[in-house]
């Protein structure tokens, strides 16, 4: 009987988050409307998006291979594992412990790893842009990633995101230097990964400074859905991922009454909502880097983070 | 056992005449590969036998080499483990040269000297006294230059072998000091009498410095790895494979031997250098792979990578076992060994993968190449398997061991010392920025080679490699799967190896649940590699399916977009040098001096505009360079010896005689 009510509970956040994913990317979009005073896109034009897309018909560039059209069902699908594997509304889910937070990180380096050789695949100029300016910014911020993982890791005893979610919400935690230098570190990460402003711009085309955009430049049709879901995803799952290890409070422990999982996806929403809002505000906020600003960027992050960690490892306080 | 391994090195040395006695014959190659095949698969079959009953060390000595020592063979758990290791690539290498060898120009130039080379490899991991050590040693070194020098009449491949030859006589120099060392005034050079010497603190550490300068530089330590990447290339792509994916690691097996049994208890600070060079040359390593553009190079490029990583781990596991943290020692030595064994794996499919790509279109020049999927499917599909595999990305086997190193390094703070405080940290980002760099490395290796568009009509109308070439490939690939999603068997068969080596283990994975791997705890990390490739699977299928049923499955082809820009010549797409830009600009203005020049014409001319890429190898230009300019120096003064009279002559060997004389006079 646990191991169906478990059962349940991953498959409710699986769904979850494939159904929250594009509601985010909309919110965060219609609250950049409204700060810029417009009117903006309604709330659910993302879903509406996506169905057109999927119901329209690919259109692949003749010089296509085969792996171009199974890599957007790859990244899909490993995005969407990543994100299911961390703690929403619930820590300790059935499959939690599958992968910890560097493997979780590596399966979506595994999905940027084909979407960048997806760029390359049609034998365009703008592919190659995209791509080569993709594995770029990744070889900052995929390092920075794991030193931020690092140094949390070094504070809750664990790789284990659902141990380390517990951990940040006991009391043992107190204000620390390193994890404060750790959450500047994350959301520069969470920011460069997710191409948004200042690193990369998602709502341009046509423009020499997209990166993501340009790399994905010919997929079409539910290719092209598969791909934006991923990207919505993958929003979702950085989002998450601060909010259980910087905001844990409301998770619902592995074993609980049902109004405490209740309590755990109210609390959940609305860290989503907060964060998305915080997102919004900060990307209206700022300008668009050039490209070669970035990597000072990431490495400022990269930087704050072998900080947090070094600290760790001097003294047990910080 | 030990005799069963030794008839195996027997009959593969026993291969080499018969080559030679076939050399004109067409059947040589299939009767040569065949054989080596058939023997390096039963080497390996016994080393795994002997890796998994784990019987007492076995032990043999042949009344050959120095009189008062004897040969002395010996195999104990490290050494089975290396043979399965060595058998392993060997086996593959055979198979693949049953069809790649027919692409060969000069068959009979590399036919006598592959099994030798593999015989002799065998032998040093055997090897249980100094002198058969660093005899089977220079023996793989020389079969190994012969077969990097096969194709002698390119300029570029005379130079490699002589570089070649130059730093393995160098490495074989400072093991001999080493063993010297090691050994005493006495000759105790069996390795049993070294073990049960323990050497001073201070002779302990000269000889660990020396095996790092000797193993390292065969293994391809930065900086003495100046000649790997010319000399892995040179060869045929099976003895690259072969010395990328196996001799690095039998160098791996000498300095473990030494370091970790030989020397006794380790010094916390050895640590400190052997992790400092490993992250070093791991960085330094794929930041090279990057500015190349012949697909061996960056393949030998991203092996001195992967030893750094090694190296990195190795350190780790000598700080453990300095403090006696045997659980943790173990933890870091797992990892060091399972890299070791997936590396074999993945570097000798890549290059494979280079050699059917060289033999298909006549080059390794990556800019000559692309669109490759479209001719060579199969090949594509196994090279991109083995990319994923080392850019350490799960459910692949490189990700076990990277995380398994990562794992070892967030142990690394209850370490009491505090060098190793500022030191383990700092180890830590280079190995997760070489990981990110090496993502990049083979996207852009396999992006630029397999995608795209053909740059020239080489790769326009290159043909699929031969059946045999594919199996070994395949073979190699399925290999990488495995180990990638059943991690946990082959933590277990190493169990043995490390509790010889640290005196601790991991605990037993085989039971765990869905064969996930727990290091040490569940709640601390667990990582699940068949359930993350189910998963990944299960979900794209199940995707794909509904999508193609509920939604639209209709494909139509046009022209690509290219946001309206038709660019009918493949020139126009991104080349391996314009994708290493960003990069380049980012890490290889620090690191190469890399400077960008761009030259326009002035408004009006029709001249065409000029960019000049210029990146100086800081190494070669600093430790290299000097060394050749001196030995030169030297040269030219001694030359003036050559041209002496008889009578100067016979007054400089007896002026030579007196002062020798006086000098062991005066001796003490």
Same mark, same amino acid.
């Given at each position: 009987?646990?191991?169906?009510?478990?059962?349940?509970?991953?498959?409710?956040?699986?769904?979850?988050?494939?159904?929250?994913?594009?509601?985010?990317?909309?919110?965060?979009?219609?609250?950049?409307?409204?700060?810029?005073?417009?009117?903006?896109? /309604?709330?659910?034009?993302? !879903?509406?998006?996506?169905?057109?897309?999927?119901?329209?018909?690919?259109?692949?560039?003749?010089?296509?291979?085969?792996?171009?059209?199974?890599?957007? !069902?790859?990244?899909?699908?490993?995005?969407?594992?990543?994100?299911?594997?961390?703690?929403? @509304?619930?820590? %300790?889910?059935?499959?939690?412990?599958?992968?910890?937070?560097?493997?979780?990180?590596?399966?979506?380096?595994?999905?940027?790893?084909?979407?960048?050789?997806?760029?390359?695949?049609? %034998?365009?100029?703008? %592919?190659?842009?995209?791509?080569?300016?993709?594995?770029?910014?990744?070889?900052?911020?995929?390092?920075?990633?794991?030193?931020?993982?690092?140094?949390?890791?070094?504070?809750?005893?664990?790789?284990?995101?659902?141990?380390?979610?517990? @951990?940040?919400?006991?009391?043992?935690?107190?204000?620390?230097?390193?994890?404060?230098?750790?959450?500047?570190?994350?959301?520069?990460?969470?920011?460069?990964?997710?191409?948004?402003?200042?690193?990369?711009? /998602?709502?341009?085309?046509?423009?020499?400074?997209?990166?993501?955009?340009?790399?994905?430049?010919?997929?079409?049709?539910?290719?092209?859905?598969?791909?934006?879901?991923?990207?919505?995803?993958?929003?979702?799952? !950085?989002?998450?991922?601060?909010?259980?290890? @910087?905001? /844990?409070?409301?998770?619902?422990?592995?074993?609980?009454?049902?109004?405490?999982?209740?309590?755990?996806?109210?609390? !959940?929403?609305?860290?989503?909502?907060?964060?998305?809002?915080?997102?919004?505000?900060?990307?209206?906020?700022?300008?668009?880097?050039?490209? @070669?600003?970035? /990597?000072?960027?990431?490495?400022?992050?990269?930087?704050?983070?072998?900080?947090?960690?070094?600290?760790?490892?001097?003294?047990?306080?910080? | 056992?030990?005799?069963?391994?030794?008839?195996?090195?027997?009959?593969?040395?026993?291969?080499?005449?018969?080559?030679?006695?076939? =050399?004109?014959?067409?059947?040589?190659?299939?009767?040569?590969?065949?054989?080596?095949?058939?023997?390096?698969?039963?080497?390996?079959?016994?080393?795994?036998?002997?890796?998994?009953?784990?019987?007492?060390?076995?032990?043999?000595?042949?009344?050959?080499?120095?009189?008062?020592? +004897?040969?002395?063979?010996?195999?104990?758990?490290?050494?089975?483990?290396?043979?399965?290791?060595?058998?392993?690539?060997?086996?593959?290498?055979?198979?693949?040269?049953?069809?790649? +060898?027919?692409?060969?120009?000069?068959?009979?130039?590399?036919?006598?000297?592959?099994?030798?080379?593999?015989?002799?490899?065998?032998?040093?991991?055997?090897? *249980?006294?100094?002198?058969?050590?660093?005899?089977?040693?220079?023996?793989?070194?020389?079969? =190994?230059?012969?077969?990097?020098?096969?194709?002698?009449?390119?300029?570029?491949?005379?130079?490699?072998?002589?570089?070649?030859?130059?730093?393995?006589?160098?490495?074989?120099?400072?093991?001999?000091?080493?063993? &010297?060392?090691?050994?005493?005034?006495? &000759?105790?050079?069996?390795? *049993?009498?070294?073990?049960?010497?323990?050497?001073?603190?201070?002779?302990?550490?000269?000889?660990?410095?020396?095996?790092?300068?000797?193993?390292?530089?065969?293994?391809?330590?930065?900086?003495?790895?100046?000649?790997?990447?010319?000399?892995?290339?040179?060869?045929?792509?099976?003895?690259?494979?072969?010395?990328?994916?196996?001799?690095?690691?039998?160098?791996?097996?000498?300095?473990?031997?030494?370091?970790?049994?030989?020397?006794?208890?380790?010094?916390?600070?050895?640590?400190?250098?052997?992790?400092?060079?490993?992250?070093?040359?791991?960085?330094?390593?794929?930041?090279?792979?990057?500015?190349?553009?012949?697909?061996?190079?960056?393949?030998?490029?991203?092996?001195?990578?992967?030893?750094?990583?090694?190296?990195?781990?190795?350190?780790?596991?000598?700080?453990?076992?300095?403090?006696?943290?045997?659980?943790?020692?173990?933890?870091?030595?797992?990892?060091?060994?399972?890299?070791?064994?997936?590396?074999?794996?993945?570097?000798?499919?890549?290059?494979?993968?280079?050699?059917?790509?060289?033999?298909?279109?006549?080059?390794?020049?990556?800019?000559?190449?692309? +669109?490759?999927?479209?001719?060579?499917?199969?090949?594509?599909?196994?090279?991109?398997?083995?990319?994923?595999?080392?850019?350490?990305?799960?459910?692949?086997?490189?990700?076990?061991?990277?995380?398994?190193?990562?794992?070892?390094?967030?142990?690394?703070?209850?370490?009491?010392?505090?060098?190793?405080?500022?030191?383990?940290?700092?180890?830590?980002?280079?190995?997760?920025?070489?990981?990110?760099?090496?993502?990049?490395?083979?996207?852009?290796?396999? &992006?630029?080679?397999?995608?795209?568009?053909?740059?020239?009509?080489?790769?326009?109308?290159?043909?699929?490699?031969?059946?045999?070439?594919?199996?070994?490939?395949?073979?190699?690939?399925?290999?990488?799967?495995?180990?990638?999603?059943?991690?946990?068997?082959?933590?277990?068969?190493?169990?043995?190896?490390?509790?010889?080596?640290?005196? +601790?283990?991991?605990?037993?994975?085989?039971?765990?649940?869905?064969?996930?791997?727990?290091?040490?705890?569940?709640?601390?990390?667990?990582?699940?590699?068949?359930?993350?490739?189910?998963?990944?699977?299960?979900?794209?299928?199940?995707?794909?399916?509904?999508?193609?049923?509920?939604?639209?499955?209709?494909?139509?082809?046009?022209?690509?977009?290219?946001?309206?820009?038709? *660019?009918?010549?493949?020139?126009?797409?991104?080349?391996?040098?314009?994708?290493?830009?960003?990069?380049?600009?980012?890490?290889?203005?620090?690191?190469?001096?890399?400077?960008?020049?761009?030259?326009?014409?002035?408004?009006?001319?029709?001249?065409?505009?000029?960019?000049?890429?210029?990146?100086?190898?800081?190494?070669?230009?600093?430790?290299?360079?000097?060394?050749?300019?001196?030995?030169?120096?030297?040269?030219?003064?001694?030359?003036?010896?050559?041209?002496?009279?008889?009578?100067?002559?016979?007054?400089?060997?007896?002026?030579?005689?007196?002062?020798?004389?006086?000098?062991?006079?005066?001796?003490?």
């Amino acid at each position: 009987m646990a191991v169906i009510t478990d059962f349940a509970q991953q498959s409710a956040q699986m769904l979850l988050v494939l159904l929250m994913a594009p509601l985010l990317t909309g919110f965060v979009r219609k609250v950049k409307a409204r700060l810029l005073s417009r009117q903006g896109p /309604p709330l659910l034009q993302p !879903y509406r998006d996506l169905i057109r897309l999927l119901r329209k018909d690919v259109v692949l560039a003749n010089n296509a291979s085969w792996l171009f059209r199974v890599i957007p !069902y790859l990244v899909f699908a490993a995005t969407w594992v990543a994100v299911s594997l961390v703690p929403t @509304f619930r820590s %300790g889910l059935l499959f939690s412990w599958t992968a910890d937070l560097i493997a979780i990180i590596a399966v979506l380096g595994s999905a940027r790893f084909f979407l960048a050789l997806a760029g390359m695949d049609a %034998g365009t100029s703008f %592919g190659g842009i995209g791509s080569s300016r993709e594995v770029m910014i990744a070889s900052l911020a995929e390092p920075a990633m794991l030193m931020i993982v690092f140094a949390i890791a070094l504070i809750a005893g664990s790789t284990q995101l659902s141990t380390m979610s517990a @951990f940040m919400n006991s009391a043992d935690v107190g204000l620390r230097v390193s994890l404060g230098l750790a959450l500047i570190a994350l959301i520069i990460v969470a920011v460069a990964e997710n191409a948004r402003i200042p690193v990369d711009n /998602p709502a341009t085309h046509l423009e020499l400074t997209m990166v993501h955009e340009a790399m994905v430049l010919e997929y079409s049709g539910r290719h092209l859905a598969l791909i934006e879901l991923a990207a919505s995803l993958k929003l979702l799952l !950085y989002v998450s991922l601060i909010a259980c290890l @910087f905001a /844990p409070w409301g998770i619902s422990p592995a074993i609980a009454a049902p109004t405490l999982l209740l309590v755990g996806a109210a609390a !959940y929403i609305g860290k989503i909502a907060a964060l998305g809002f915080l997102l919004a505000v900060f990307e209206t906020s700022i300008a668009k880097m050039r490209v @070669f600003r970035v /990597p000072e960027f990431l490495g400022a992050a990269l930087m704050l983070a072998l900080l947090a960690t070094l600290l760790r490892f001097v003294s047990r306080s910080f | 056992m030990i005799s069963y391994a030794l008839f195996g090195v027997l009959a593969l040395v026993a291969i080499a005449p018969i080559a030679v006695a076939l =050399s004109a014959s067409p059947n040589a190659i299939s009767v040569v590969y065949g054989a080596c095949l058939i023997v390096t698969l039963i080497l390996f079959l016994l080393a795994l036998e002997t890796l998994f009953s784990h019987p007492a060390a076995s032990t043999v000595t042949l009344p050959l080499g120095l009189p008062w020592l +004897g040969a002395h063979f010996r195999i104990d758990p490290l050494s089975a483990f290396f043979l399965v290791t060595v058998n392993l690539g060997g086996a593959a290498a055979s198979l693949f040269a049953l069809g790649y +060898g027919r692409h060969e120009e000069a068959p009979q130039r590399v036919l006598p000297f592959f099994p030798v080379y593999l015989a002799a490899m065998n032998l040093v991991v055997l090897a *249980d006294d100094a002198f058969t050590f660093l005899v089977s040693w220079e023996f793989m070194s020389l079969s =190994s230059w012969a077969l990097v020098i096969a194709n002698h009449r390119v300029q570029e491949n005379m130079r490699a072998g002589y570089v070649y030859l130059l730093m393995a006589s160098f490495g074989t120099l400072t093991l001999l000091l080493a063993f &010297g060392l090691l050994g005493g005034g006495d &000759g105790a050079y069996a390795f *049993d009498a070294i073990r049960a010497a323990h050497p001073e603190i201070g002779t302990a550490a000269l000889v660990l410095i020396l095996a790092l300068i000797g193993a390292g530089s065969k293994a391809g330590l930065v900086p003495l790895h100046a000649w790997l990447p010319l000399a892995h290339p040179a060869a045929p792509s099976h003895v690259s494979a072969l010395m990328s994916g196996v001799m690095t690691k039998v160098a791996v097996y000498g300095f473990i031997r030494i370091t970790f049994d030989l020397l006794g208890s380790p010094q916390w600070w050895w640590s400190l250098v052997v992790l400092g060079v490993g992250g070093v040359t791991a960085v330094m390593g794929v930041l090279y792979a990057l500015m190349q553009s012949d697909l061996k190079r960056v393949l030998a490029y991203s092996t001195i990578e992967n030893i750094g990583l090694i190296f990195a781990s190795l350190g780790l596991a000598l700080a453990f076992k300095a403090y006696g943290m045997d659980a943790a020692a173990a933890l870091a030595l797992t990892a060091a060994l399972l890299h070791v064994f997936n590396h074999a794996l993945f570097k000798s499919l890549l290059f494979f993968g280079a050699g059917s790509v060289r033999a298909a279109t006549g080059t390794r020049d990556m800019e000559q190449l692309g +669109g490759l999927i479209h001719r060579m499917p199969q090949t594509a599909f196994v090279f991109l398997v083995g990319c994923t595999a080392i850019s350490a990305l799960p459910p692949l086997n490189g990700f076990v061991s990277e995380w398994l190193s990562f794992q070892a390094i967030l142990l690394s703070p209850q370490l009491p010392s505090w060098g190793l405080k500022l030191m383990v940290p700092a180890v830590g980002a280079l190995l997760a920025l070489s990981a990110a760099l090496a993502g990049a490395c083979f996207v852009r290796a396999f &992006g630029i080679t397999f995608l795209g568009r053909p740059r020239s009509s080489a790769a326009e109308t290159a043909q699929e490699t031969d059946t045999n070439s594919l199996a070994a490939m395949y073979a190699l690939a399925a290999a990488c799967l495995i180990a990638g999603v059943l991690p946990g068997l082959f933590i277990d068969t190493l169990a043995p190896v490390v509790q010889q080596l640290t005196g +601790g283990r991991l605990p037993v994975q085989t039971g765990a649940e869905w064969m996930s791997i727990v290091p040490i705890a569940e709640s601390r990390s667990s990582y699940t590699g068949m359930l993350v490739f189910a998963f990944m699977f299960i979900t794209g299928m199940i995707t794909a399916f509904a999508i193609h049923r509920l939604a639209s499955d209709k494909i139509r082809r046009g022209p690509a977009w290219g946001c309206g820009y038709p *660019d009918a010549s493949p020139l126009t797409q991104y080349s391996a040098s314009s994708f290493a830009q960003p990069i380049r600009r980012v890490f290889g203005s620090l690191v190469f001096r890399a400077r960008e020049i761009g030259e326009m014409p002035p408004p009006g001319s029709s001249a065409p505009a000029k960019l000049t890429v210029q990146v100086r190898d800081l190494i070669w230009d600093a430790l290299y360079a000097p060394i050749a300019t001196a030995v030169g120096f030297i040269a030219v003064r001694l030359n003036y010896l050559q041209f002496l009279t008889i009578r100067s002559y016979l007054t400089l060997v007896f002026a030579a005689l007196v002062i020798l004389l006086m000098v062991l006079a005066t001796w003490p």
